[in-house]
């Protein structure tokens, strides 16, 4: 048998010639590694497979029966393909709707299939486009008693023959090689988290002995996806609390002159989140802090309260906001309260007149201005600061890694505080923000009232219109937004121009009718927005520029149109837009074309405000990396781990990682020589950002 190595090439096995190796190339499959990590997509094993007469509606489930007969048939909208199955407790209807031509070739009377999907019910139990694999009778859990991997497989994969048998062929070949799978944690470690070898794992993984020990693999390797990117967290952890800060300990003579002008009692939820940033801030490592709070919980000012304070530190503060709409905003809140304290402060924005940003450059040059607000703005490279002693960004999941660094670097290792209105679950939390600490403010203003929420039909308007003229009349004010989907931009503007046009001539035309969207320049946005902030504009029409911030605590009602069309969170948001002020508001979501899942995804909306049991619902329902609305390049991209489900998993690689820097925080230690080599190799990029900083 030759001696394999991890790295070779795939084409060291035998059965792999040069067409295969090209399309096991374009699967990801290049060398014997990448077969090791090509992990079966599910397993049969004897315990996990339902008799037919046990399957109820909307169960998911696996199972596996005989074909007894097969067919097309036409139907209203073309032709469909069945196949029944039987496993000598009942009978079962397999249906696709597309592909007729060529499923019909797939399958014999007497082929026995392993089938995964989701039970529907038409006169007995049927699932439609359901996971099937063809079973040989060595392969069968049923008669082998055996744990049986079945591999994600592709047509093409198929056309060359490679299908579940080849695959196994290929990873058992690899396996009994005798092939090397070095450990890359010391024993004690492998001890205290009761983890299997490495060897093991995958020998496990692909050919599992037993459900146990399945898990057992299953759970090693995903606490190694996790080791390694708790580590990246400690290190970025590390990496700031080994840079010496000035500390900004006192609370100075602004913060409570500011604190005694609120016409409002801070809650208790602020006072607690005042008091965990004021401890940071006493330290001469850096804060590194989230604070996360649910929509109009009253996070700005908190970041007011404490600006002033860093201001009577004799320190400089920037804050960043990621629209100009929202640092706009953000200027007229500062402004109003730090003008109390006579607190100077400046909005710095993209395009603003030379000589205006001049004299602001200066300003922060010689630090007369102590506060700055602004956009991207703020991180170019020639905004110089004297003394930057507090950075704060909101909205914060906005911004890539490096800008926030960007801004940082401007002091010397200011204080850092992140603000954000997506309720990140505590599972996700950890990984995704794992090397900052978490402040969450986990009340609202007593005054506020829950947003009444409604699904609604198209057909409901006409009614929902004379609603919204009655709050008019009352001094209410409304908005109504459009959804803007990436690829259609054009036609979702257009939808929104056309709706505030016919709005305005047909419906309202007595009121004045206002439109923002995204393609509009900046001045004329803030034109309307400042319209509608004074009540000379009554309904806004908007695309979902408005997201983020708007506070505008008149509005009480808000229509969101093709409501399917957006994520829970970003639902969310928007209808963090009204209810801000003392009044009864309402969001009503006109669906416009709707699947079952979709209407139960929108009734949420109806059920809770609670914006945590909203991020909790999304996630599951979109991913982490949709849930962000960003695709960060590597960072979601695990194999096997979940970052949903492996909740106790996480805590412990992470309490691993920890640990591991704590002791050797350079990963010098020969012990950890391999663990350092893979690190650098999977992890280069974002170790640079560390560097960067
Ligand atoms: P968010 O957390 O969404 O950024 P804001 O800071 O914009 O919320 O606050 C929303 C509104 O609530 C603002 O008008 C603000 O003045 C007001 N507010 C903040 N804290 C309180 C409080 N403790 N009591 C009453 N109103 C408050
Ligand atoms: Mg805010």
Redesign the pocket.
Known sequence: MPAFHLLSSISELSGVGSKRKLILNDHGISTLQDLLYYFPRRHLDRTSITPIRKLEKGMVATLIGQVETFGEKSVRRGKLFQVILSDGTGILTLTWFNGVRFMKKLFKVGDRLAIHGKIDWYNGPSITHPEFDKLNPDDDPISTGAVVPLYPLTNELRSIGVDQRVLRKMVRELLRSGLAIPELFPDPVLKEYKLISRQDAFKQIHFADNGVKLNNARRRLKFDEHFFLQLLMALRKKSIQLTGTKPLPDIGPYFHTIANT??????DA?KRVIEEIHDDLKKKVAMNRLLQ???????????ILISALAVGNNAQVAIMAPTEILAH?HYE?FMSLLDKANIPCALLLGNMKKNERQSILRGLKTSKIPVIIGTHALIQDDVEMKNLGLVVV?EQHRFGVNQRLKLLKKGWNPHFLA?T?TPIPRTLSITYHGDMDLSI?DEL????LPVVTKVVEPSRLSRIYAFIKKEVASGRQCMIIYPLVEESQKSDLAAAVEAHKELNKNVFPDLNVGLVHGRMKSEEKDRVMQDFASNKIQILISTTVIEV?I?I?NATVMVIEHAERFGLTQLHQLR?RVG??TDKSYCILVRRNITETAQSRLEIMEETNNGFIIADEDLKLRGPGEFFGIKQSGFFQFKIANMITDGPIIRDARKAAFKLIENDPDLQESQHRLLREIFLQEYADQLEMIALS
């Open positions: 609120l016409d409002f009692e801070l809650t602020q709070g649910d929509v109009g919980s009253g996070k700005t000012i908190v970041s905003q809140s909101d603000m209105a403010i203003p007593k005054s506020r911030g506070d605590p963090g801000r002020g």
